[in-house]
């Protein structure tokens, strides 16, 4: 894991340190109040045991630096997302791979110390299950869990106190076979969810009832018209204002702009390259000017301006070479 230091006048990174954040730690999430990051490490065996991962490392502002502090063995394996609960005693993570899911423990210093909850999910008519995003709404009320495996998002409430998950009535939302919903964003309010589908390029919008539930009410395609390569979508974020949507389309090398409405739905912006090849990952910056992304088969963090006009981001020039960036946060 590595820590830079940007300087968004000049466009330059600067590398602060860099730490063992485990055996392939390919998403990670931040507690800002404890001052620690949580790394889910996507792996089938972790310290000679079977299972994933999470290591925790903390930042360390005197040395400008990070370490890592502890690590958990998390069951099954494979896990490709982590996520806080809202009064971060909670990590919750997806384990792609093993077609499971988990809830982990911290005390209150934030160390990770037991799974308080794992779910498998059994094959389905010959169709396996791949967790893919797990991750509470704005309210701290409801879970979500995007599915890409068999088409659908699973809908939770959570035990505070016992750490369990417990899936809601009714709490299940299908999409076409094929679909393969990835990450989702919520707006502000909790009204509305952005779904974006790795498989077949489209990104989906849904009203959020009173109960938690989810009911569709738009999809478009990420994709240029003209596009006739192959192309899966990969992130998605809501620009600082609320006004914008950006998606990354791993294929066409593009970030996908949409303007979003008063009544929540999109039109399309705008599309710009994303500076590189295989855009897994991107995120905006607290200011909202600028959106990075790594690009991971082309081992760089390209950092593209947002205009604020129009909301496209638009490719400064400048940027980092990095091996196989999977995860960027600020």
Not at 288 to 293: A, F, M
């Amino acid at each position: 894991m590595y820590l830079f230091d940007l300087n968004r006048e000049e466009g330059t990174f600067k590398l602060l340190s860099e730490a063992d954040a485990g055996p392939n730690p390919s998403y990670f999430c931040i507690s800002k109040k404890k001052g620690l990051i949580y790394a889910a490490n996507e792996v089938m065996e972790f310290n000679g045991v079977k299972g994933g991962g999470v290591t925790a490392l903390r930042y360390i502002p005197e040395k400008g630096g990070i370490e890592k502090v502890k690590d958990l063995v998390v069951p099954d394996g494979g896990p490709c997302f982590i996520s806080l609960s809202p009064g971060e005693d909670y990590l919750l993570m997806a384990s792609y791979s093993s077609s499971s899911i988990a809830v982990v423990k911290l005390d209150e210093k934030g160390i990770p110390v037991r799974v308080t909850d794992t779910i498998s999910f059994p094959v389905n008519e010959g169709n396996v299950s791949h967790p893919h995003m797990i991750s509470f709404d704005p309210s701290g009320k409801k879970v979500y869990l995007t599915d890409l495996g068999l088409d659908r998002i699973v809908i939770y409430d959570f035990d505070a106190v016992s750490g369990h998950l417990k899936q809601i009535e009714n709490g299940e939302v299908s999409f076409p076979k094929g679909t393969g919903p990835r990450h989702f964003v919520f707006n502000s309010s909790g009204t509305k969810m952005y779904v974006i589908c790795e498989l077949n390029s489209t990104l989906s919008v849904f009203d959020v009832d009173a109960k938690g539930g989810l009911k569709s009410i738009e999809t478009l395609s990420t994709l240029d018209e003209g596009f006739k390569g192959e192309s899966f979508c990969a992130d998605i974020h809501l620009g600082k204002s609320g006004q914008y949507l950006y998606g990354s389309n791993r294929g066409e090398n593009t970030i996908v702009v949409f303007r979003i409405g008063t009544d929540g739905k999109l039109v399309l912006a705008g599309r710009t390259s994303c500076g590189g090849n295989w855009p897994r990952n991107f995120v905006i910056d607290p200011s909202g000017k600028y959106l990075l992304v790594g690009n991971q088969k082309s081992g760089n963090i390209s950092l593209l301006k947002i205009d604020e006009k129009s909301g496209i981001p638009l490719d400064s020039g400048k940027g980092y070479k990095l091996n196989t960036p999977a995860c960027l946060k600020f």
